[in-house]
């Protein structure tokens, strides 16, 4: 009795601190401090915890690129790792942003905790699950040591969604808008039970910057220089198709991933993981098409499609990446407004086509005579006609209703629904090539020629990214879009001095030209700017700094295959050619555009800049350019031009190939 | 707002770059956020209300979607629970134009996903479409109210139809 009345104290004595190590244990778990949790627990043999740790550093877990994968971990330039998540709640460990082998041990300390991670309302075992899921698929977590949590908002949401499938999707090239020429990509999680009308039921996951200015110039410079931050956010595909195809007339590509079930739901998981936190916004780099793939790369580590990219990302580089890795099961097409409304204006006979924009201009009431007097199907597809112009119009005006066109719109579909007949399906054929089978990005010229200053091997590269005269497969729409074009020229027999010159190197190339007719009205407009010659003779190398543009109208000649431009240009220049270093002109310009079958095209086209400032010379170009298509990658140009530079008029005439890479 | 947006800019965003998270919530505080954290039981308000509970402000792309449309999204009514009566709301309040536009025409991807929503069987939307062709004035009417009294016109209608009143609970 005495013994252990004796006994006792030494046994408190030695199990106290066993106790407290529990207890601070507990409470570190408590607090989310998982730095110091890792620590606490450090040559602990029985704790399950150090069993863990000591098991996931054996099997070097940490160096697993599926772990680089789920913490988007990229190597440092000054060695190491640092993740491109910026958000701090996205790590357990203080260090998580650049050490991978102490957010793991981290992370596994944070599975045994219950608090929740900011900002959510969720334990760590269900706001990490992709982690989770991985780490036990591979350590096999003993539930009796540590008890799984509840997840039940994720698994209420995945069992509604019923996700069986992937599909990235690729709204295109905006017409007439600088804000989207690249395009955007999201990934679109496909349900169980839905199909062709209903897919527009399905989520998607888009990544977007969150502009917090609207300013021009902040806006710019912010957007470039990682100045906002871009998360991710689950929008159903209805909201998204209303913003891209109905509101922005674009063109949306659908690329139904090949994957398994398992890629599906860990892809989901960490889309889970993701929301909520952010990222630095890149414009150039880490943009929505990049983070399209590190999304993917939960479970399509392996393919390493993010490695392929040095530098800039582009939408259509992304979706090659994936046709090319074997991961596109099929593509379908989702026309815009603007394409179904052409479409359906081919539909109709020439009176039906008039009735409709007389109806769009006047209204049903004063032309219901001449309505009525049409067969039912007719008359029912001129309506439909007169509302697609009537809301495309309410649409190009503003966001919110215009009250008369609402008030058109209703009249129309009230007259509309007393024809009871049903509508046709309007079928937009799917265009032959699709946007990843294009040309592709960058452009190598190499070629020869002669001007006023002797014969010339013309070498030229661009960086992106398509024009006009570039093949037209995979590219919608009349543009031109170009960053980084460098133009130069050797002469062999060059005099004493300068054998290369540089013509051009261009920083910014935009081209619109939508032709006009008498429904659409968009004005074309360009601007260039970079750094350009401004003498023909070769040894004279002066080069002046640039910004050239101006706004223009486009027609179509008949329903053929021309185009023709007519507009004013206006150019501002910085050099030392030039009287006071600066000039300043401005002056007509024209364009004749025309496509010889599918293979090749021509493009004729002159300006006429009248001096306006101190320096009073003008400066003209007239050029005539073609572009057989050899190959999807490779044409053959001949391009003669008549110039009048600062030192007067030369005529030159080249003979270039351009391969695409 | 998102034209403004796009005149504004003077870069090429490569995505498209949305606005900043608006907290608007129409009307007496009544948004889907609002309704979803009153703890309503069904299938529908849970999905929403799984995603939006990753954050405990109301996610906003339902509020701008309705905040644009000048309409309140969802009643207030909070004992309504049936879960279709949710999603329907949701897709309605988020598509009226378009919805009109299939209602009129007698057909439309819209009017088709409606239907799924509905769970509305194959060989019962042809009634279903022509009911709304025929319904179009009693609907336009009851949109100009709100998306909700276009929800409980589409409910009355297709109770008056045998074909269709089993989809009405």
């Known amino acids: 009795m005495w013994m252990i009345s004796a006994l006792l104290p030494v046994l408190l004595m030695v199990a106290a601190p066993a106790m407290t190590k529990a207890e601070g244990l507990a409470e570190l778990l408590t607090e989310g401090d998982y730095d110091a949790a890792v620590e606490e627990v450090r040559g602990e043999q029985d704790r399950y915890l150090a069993e863990l740790i000591e098991r996931a550093l054996r099997l070097r877990l940490d160096e697993d690129p599926r772990w680089h994968a789920l913490l988007h971990y990229r190597k440092g330039w000054f060695g190491g790792y640092v993740s491109e998540v910026d958000g701090e709640n996205f790590f357990t460990s203080r260090r998580g942003k650049t050490d991978p082998q102490q957010e793991l041990l981290t992370t596994l300390a944070s599975f045994f905790s219950t608090r929740p991670v900011p900002p959510s309302i969720h334990n760590p075992q269900c706001r990490f699950l992709a982690r989770y899921t991985w780490l036990d698929q591979r350590l096999g977590f003993d539930p009796e040591r540590l008890p799984e949590q509840s997840c039940d908002p994720y698994r209420v949401f995945y069992e509604a969604v019923e996700p069986i499938g992937l599909t990235v999707v690729f709204p295109s090239t905006h017409p007439n808008s600088p804000s989207s020429m690249f395009g955007h990509t999201l990934v679109r999680v496909d349900s169980r039970g839905h199909s062709g009308a209903s897919r527009m039921l399905d989520y998607t996951i888009n990544y977007a910057a969150e502009a917090d200015t609207h300013d021009g110039v902040a806006y710019a410079i912010k957007g470039l220089a990682g100045g906002f931050y871009g998360r991710f956010r689950i929008v159903p595909y209805h909201v998204k198709l209303r913003e891209y195809a109905q509101m922005e007339n674009r063109d949306i590509w659908e690329y139904r991933l090949k994957v398994s079930q398992e890629t599906v739901d860990f892809v989901l998981m960490h889309a889970w993981e993701l929301l909520g936190t952010q990222f630095d916004y890149y414009f150039f780099t880490e943009n929505c098409s990049y983070h399209v793939l590190t999304l993917l790369e939960a479970d399509l580590y392996e393919y390493d499609m993010v490695g392929e990219f040095h530098g800039w990302v582009l939408p259509t580089d992304t979706l090659r990446a994936l046709a090319r890795n074997g991961l596109v099961d099929h593509v379908d097409y989702y026309p815009s407004d603007y394409r179904a409304i052409v479409a359906r204006r081919e539909r109709l006979g020439e009176a039906e086509r008039q009735l409709a924009r007389a109806i769009y201009r006047d209204g049903p009431e004063v032309h219901a005579p001449r309505l009525a007097a049409l067969p039912v199907d007719e008359g029912a597809a001129t309506l439909d006609m007169a509302y697609d112009y009537v809301r495309y119009r309410r649409i190009e005006v503003s966001d919110v209703m215009s009250p008369e066109l609402t008030k058109r719109e209703k009249e129309l579909l009230i007259a509309r629904s007393r024809l009871r007949v049903a509508s046709p399906p309007l079928e937009v054929p799917q265009p032959g090539v699709r946007p990843d089978q294009g040309h592709d990005t960058a452009r190598f010229t190499v070629g020869l020629g002669g001007d006023g200053s002797g014969a010339f091997i013309k070498l030229g590269w661009r960086g992106v990214y398509h024009d006009w005269l570039d093949p037209a497969d995979g590219y919608a729409g009349n543009f031109a879009l170009e960053f980084g074009r460098l133009d130069l020229r050797y002469y062999p027999d060059g005099l004493a001095a300068k054998h290369l010159k540089l013509d051009r190197l261009h920083l910014i190339n935009l081209d619109n030209f939508e032709p006009v007719d008498d429904f659409f009205h968009r004005i074309s407009w360009h601007v260039t700017t970079g750094v350009e010659s401004v003498y023909n003779a070769a040894e004279k190398g002066d080069l002046s700094f640039m910004v050239r543009g101006g706004p223009g109208l486009t027609y179509r000649l008949g329903h053929g295959p021309t185009l023709a431009y007519v507009g004013l240009d206006g150019e501002f220049a910085y050099g030392g050619a030039f009287r006071g270093d600066y000039y300043f002109g401005a002056g007509p310009a024209l364009a004749l555009k025309k496509n010889l079958g599918d293979a090749w095209r021509l493009e004729v086209s002159g300006r006429y800049l009248a001096g306006l400032a101190r320096d009073p010379r003008d400066r003209a170009v007239l050029a005539a350019e073609q572009s057989l298509r050899l190959g999807t990658d490779v044409t053959l140009n001949v391009g003669l031009g008549r110039k009048r530079g600062l030192d007067g008029w030369t005529t030159e005439g080249s003979v270039w190939l351009n391969v695409y890479y | ?169």
């Open chain 2, 1 to 169: 707002m998102k034209k403004m947006l796009l005149l504004l800019s003077l870069v090429f965003a490569m995505c498209v770059v949305s606005q900043p998270v608006l907290a608007e919530e129409t009307g007496a505080g009544c948004g889907l956020g609002k309704i979803l954290f009153e703890g309503k039981s069904g299938k529908s308000p849970n999905i929403a209300a799984a995603i939006l509970n990753v954050f405990p402000i109301p996610n906003t792309f339902f509020m701008s979607t309705a905040a644009s449309m000048g309409e309140e999204l969802l009643g207030c009514d909070p004992s309504t629970t049936v879960l279709q009566e949710e999603q329907k709301r949701v897709f309605v309040a988020a598509n009226m134009d378009n919805l009109s536009r299939d209602m009129a025409q007698g057909n439309g991807a819209h009017l088709a996903a409606l239907a799924t929503v509905m769970g509305i069987a194959d060989e019962d939307r042809p009634a279903f479409y022509q009911m709304s062709q025929e319904e179009y004035g009693e609907f336009d009417r009851a949109a100009s109210d709100s998306p909700a009294a276009m929800v409980a016109a589409l409910n009355t209608a297709m109770l008056e139809r045998p074909a269709l009143v089993k989809y009405i609970q």
